[in-house]
């Protein structure tokens, strides 16, 4: 409630009620002063995240699929053919020490 002035109403109690209010209201602004920085850091990343997606849209657009499927073709070419002379590696292993025996 309020603090009504009367003639029999205390100078003392007026300034204990302003100095209440005072220390509410500065209370108020302190949370209102963190709620605005929290959302100012929630619009900065929500910014840094747009900027990201745009970059990564950018990068798949720009992709040459063409080159890109010539390059893993050669890649899995070359993968197979290492694994072929693997085998034909340990194969003559094999037989070198069937011979020697």
Do not use: F
């Not at 949370?31 to 900027?51: E, F, H, P, V, Y």
């Not at 997606?53 to 992709?63: H, K, L, S």
């Amino acid at each position: 409630g309020g603090t009504e002035l009367t003639a029999s109403g205390s100078a003392n109690q007026m300034i204990t009620s302003i100095s209440t209010a005072m220390d509410d209201v500065s209370q108020i602004q302190s949370k209102l002063g963190a709620s605005i920085n929290r959302l100012n850091d929630t619009a900065n990343n929500l910014t840094s995240m747009q900027d990201n997606t745009e970059v990564a849209i950018g990068n798949i657009m720009d992709t040459d699929y063409a080159t890109e499927a010539s390059n893993m073709t050669k890649q899995q070419v070359l993968m197979q053919t290492g694994i072929t002379m693997l085998k034909q590696s340990n194969s003559m292993s094999s037989m070198v020490s069937s011979l020697l025996q």
